[in-house]
Every structure is written in structure tokens, then in C-alpha cells.
């Protein structure tokens, strides 16, 4: 310590006991290696005190009284007059105390950043982990029943959906073609509400009317279709609903095992407003390639000039036409009048 090395030199006069009955000595104080050196005046020592354990017994009183920090009953004396040493051991005091440890202050400190990682649990990680948890052990039973409570929520604004037992065929016919490996896709059509097409939970896509009505080409719905099954895919239709939704309904789902009607109107206004999310050139191309299913005719109906989907029409894995179709004519017209034309 840089204050012991200033004070090494520095001697001075005092009275020390050893114990309350001893009687006191006439002694020389002086600074040692990180200690006060008590000795007679024939230059014996008696003791040797650690700076880091000296108390003194009357803080801004005269004459100074230090004593070895839990024993007051040896005494050091220091009159008034050795003012030198006095602000010696003072301020070799204070400099000790400053780098003491703060356990009240450490624990408050603790104590602190405990409560501010609780809430930094609480809210950045609690509602994803939550939704997380939630989303991976709905059964597909209850994504379905979600899925069509949505679908009749949704109705205030698509109106209820189209179809009789014959168009319902073609619809399944449809489904079959494009998803053969997922019999619970089911694909609803609607007059109005959505723009084109949406996935709900437990396989379900609600169509807009226009893409069987306005097209002579069965490729276009199928495309739409194709590319709305992406979506889900890649972002659970119940991770959505959740993540909208936040931390409660996460919870309500584990819960309860449903959510209230509230919560799926809110998501039904969000459905039939948001903006179909762009998904990957080379991802959907991989869906067209395995469902044998050409994509220009897709790309150019969201894009009559070309320029925005040039991708999937350059990239076109059937260039010359779907080889097997993907209705037959009879399931095609139906389709077309789906909604009373």
C-alpha cells in the first residue's frame, strides 16, 4: 500500500497498557510493514498491532485511544500533541476500510440483478418458452377444433363457406391430388374476407372464390394451395395464434385445453386482413416438383407481367404442362361454380 511506505519513518510517543489492570507504559509508536510497532523506550518491542485490525475506542476525541479490534482491553494512548501519527493511523485506517468488502451492499447488489434476471425471465423468455410448450403438445384433434372454431368466426366477414355434397367432392378430389399424404387437410371456399388463401390450424385453408372462379386453369388454386401449406409448415398456425396473443393465452391453452371465444374472434379479424408472408423461390419449387405440378401458371396469376416471380417461372420444373391433371373436368367445373357462379 502506497500510505504505508509514506508513513514508514514516522515515529511517536504514547502510552500503552497490555490489559485493563496492567498499568500504563511510556512507549514509541512507529509505522512497520503493515503494523504499528510498540516498543519501550529502550527499544524493546511489547507489540505489534495490524493496521488492518486497529479500532480506535473515541472516534474524534483527544488524546486518540486505539485498542486491536475485538480487544479493548489493551490500550494505545496517543496525546494530542502527536498529531502526525494520529492522522498517520487515521487515514491508514480509512484507506484499509475502503477496500474492505460490503456484504450488505454485495447482498443488495445480489439481491438486485436476482430480481432483475427474474424479470427479464418473466418477460423475454417465459411467453416464447410458454408458446413453445403449448404449441408442441396440442393434439391434432384440438388443432382441428380450433381451426373450425376459427372458420365460423371468421364467417362474420367471408360469410359462411360455399359448397354442397357434390362441389365438397371436388374439394376433396383436390386435397387428395395435391396432399396425399395429409387426408386432414381440408380446403374451404369463400365469396369474400380473404385475399386469396390462409392456413388454419389442424390443416385447414380457407380460398378466396376468385381463385376458382377467375381462372380456366385448376393450376392456379392448386398453387395457391401448395404455397399456403408452405406457410404453415414453416410457422405453426398455433405458434401464430399464440404469438399474437401473448402470454395468456399460452397459458389458458395449457390450462384449460381450449381458448375463449374472445381470443379466436381477435385472430379471425387478423386472418382475413394480413398480407400472404413471401416464402423461399427454392422451397416452394421443391413442393411444385414433388406434387407434379407446374408453377408458372401460380406465378403469373399474382404477377401478370412476370418481373416479381421470374424465379418460378424460369424455374418452372414443368415447363410444358402438369402431366397428370389436377382435377378432372368434371370436378373443375364444379369447382367453378362453387358459389352459385
Not at 489493551?74 to 502527536?82: A, N
Request: charged share 25%.
Amino acid at each position: 500500500m502506497t500510505a504505508l511506505k509514506e508513513y514508514e519513518r514516522l515515529e511517536a510517543a504514547g502510552l500503552w497498557r497490555a490489559s485493563p489492570d496492567a498499568q500504563r507504559r511510556d512507549v514509541i509508536v512507529s509505522v512497520g510493514d503493515a503494523t504499528l510497532v510498540i516498543t519501550d523506550l529502550n527499544d524493546r518491542a511489547l507489540a505489534h498491532w495490524s493496521i488492518a485490525a486497529v479500532a480506535r475506542a473515541n472516534p474524534g476525541q483527544s488524546p486518540a485511544i486505539y485498542h486491536p479490534d475485538g480487544d479493548p482491553g489493551e490500550t494505545l494512548e496517543i496525546p494530542v500533541s502527536e498529531t502526525e501519527m494520529i492522522a498517520a493511523i487515521e487515514k491508514l485506517r480509512t484507506a484499509i476500510e475502503r477496500r474492505r468488502p460490503r456484504p450488505g451492499r454485495l447482498r443488495l447488489l445480489g439481491i438486485g440483478v436476482s430480481f432483475l434476471t427474474v424479470v427479464a425471465l418473466v418477460v423475454f423468455w417465459l411467453p416464447d418458452a410458454l408458446s413453445r410448450h403449448a404449441v408442441s403438445v396440442v393434439p391434432g384433434a384440438k388443432r382441428v377444433e380450433i381451426g373450425n372454431q376459427l372458420v365460423r368466426a371468421m364467417e362474420r366477414v367471408t360469410g359462411p363457406p360455399c359448397g354442397t355434397t357434390a362441389t365438397s367432392d371436388a374439394l376433396v378430389a383436390l386435397g387428395d391430388r395435391l396432399f396425399p399424404d395429409h387426408p386432414e387437410i381440408r380446403i374451404s371456399v369463400v365469396r369474400d374476407g380473404v385475399r386469396t388463401a390462409q392456413h388454419l390450424p389442424g390443416g385447414r385453408i380457407v380460398i378466396n372464390r376468385s381463385l376458382v372462379e377467375d381462372f380456366d386453369d385448376p393450376d392456379v388454386v392448386a398453387g395457391y394451395l401448395l404455397a399456403e401449406r408452405l406457410r404453415a409448415d414453416l410457422h405453426d398456425p398455433i405458434a401464430e395464434l399464440l404469438e399474437a396473443e401473448g402470454l395468456t393465452a399460452s397459458l389458458r391453452l395449457l390450462t384449460t385445453g381450449g381458448l375463449p371465444d374472445t381470443v379466436l374472434d381477435r385472430h379471425a379479424e387478423r386472418l382475413v386482413t394480413m398480407a400472404p408472408v413471401a416464402v423461399p423461390d427454392d422451397l416452394l419449387l421443391a413442393r411444385f416438383d414433388a406434387a407434379g405440378l407446374r408453377s408458372a401458371a401460380y406465378a403469373y396469376a399474382m404477377d401478370v407481367s412476370g418481373e416479381t416471380v421470374l424465379g418460378l417461372i424460369e424455374a418452372d420444373p414443368y415447363p410444358s404442362g402438369t402431366p397428370d391433371p389436377v382435377l378432372s373436368d368434371g370436378n373443375w367445373i364444379r369447382l367453378q361454380g362453387i358459389c352459385g357462379g
